[in-house]
């Protein structure tokens, strides 16, 4: 961000905290960092996770103990996350960031479990499934729960949207898959998180 835009943000974090019960910020990329985990390769791994890896490696051979999945996501820009999970916690209210991007949906923690970031699902537009083979969603999930161990879930083959609902002492997001590209009005239950505003660290992930 730019200075001005920091500034803005510091201030409105301050506002909120003295004025609000919770803080929500409204975000267009991943927010908590995200890193790569080794990942077994064969014959059907997609060339892109080939590059990845190829990446990885080098990476790792040049020092480098986390490498991030992606480096245009706050992810790429370290000292400015860690700036504005600084002031996150000096604001001292309870933080929600709402995420879109990767067209996929998941939450996890930040800031040491300081606040919780929620990610959107696209409704229409491919996440991750368009690119990895479905033989190869079990294995991706257990490889990214393992590098990335902040996460309470991420869903990699559903479209849909995130409903959140704000309350003075709890919010709860709920996920739901809509197939609204194949086949109009079918909806379905995704997970459901609850959220303390007491204490976010004893947040709840519900399965549907």
């Not at 996929?104 to 991750?128: C, H, M, Q, R, Y």
Request: hydrophobic share 40%.
């Amino acid at each position: 961000m730019s200075r001005a835009q920091t500034f803005w943000l510091k201030n409105n974090l301050r506002r909120a905290a003295s004025q609000t019960r919770w803080s929500i910020i409204g975000n267009q990329i991943p927010f908590q960092p995200t890193y790569t985990s080794p990942f077994k390769l064969t014959k059907d791994t997609p060339k892109i996770v080939h590059r990845l890896m190829g990446l990885v490696g080098l990476a790792k051979r040049a020092g480098v103990k986390q490498v991030p999945l992606r480096l245009d996501e706050w992810s790429g820009f370290p000292v400015a996350q860690a700036a504005l999970v600084a002031q996150i916690k000096k604001a001292q209210n309870p933080t929600l960031v709402l995420t879109g991007d990767t067209h996929n949906g998941w939450a996890t923690f930040f800031g040491d479990k300081l606040g919780i970031e929620l990610g959107a699902p696209g409704v229409s537009s491919p996440g991750t499934e368009a690119y990895i083979p479905k033989s190869l969603w079990g294995v991706l999930n257990k490889t990214f729960a393992r590098a990335n161990p902040s996460f309470f879930f991420r869903d990699v083959n559903h479209r849909g949207f995130m409903m959140v609902e704000i309350e003075p002492d709890r919010a709860t997001a709920n996920w739901v898959w809509a197939d609204a590209t194949k086949r109009r009005g079918r909806f379905q239950k995704g997970p459901k998180l609850s959220m303390p505003r007491a204490d976010l660290a004893k947040s709840k992930l519900t399965e549907s």
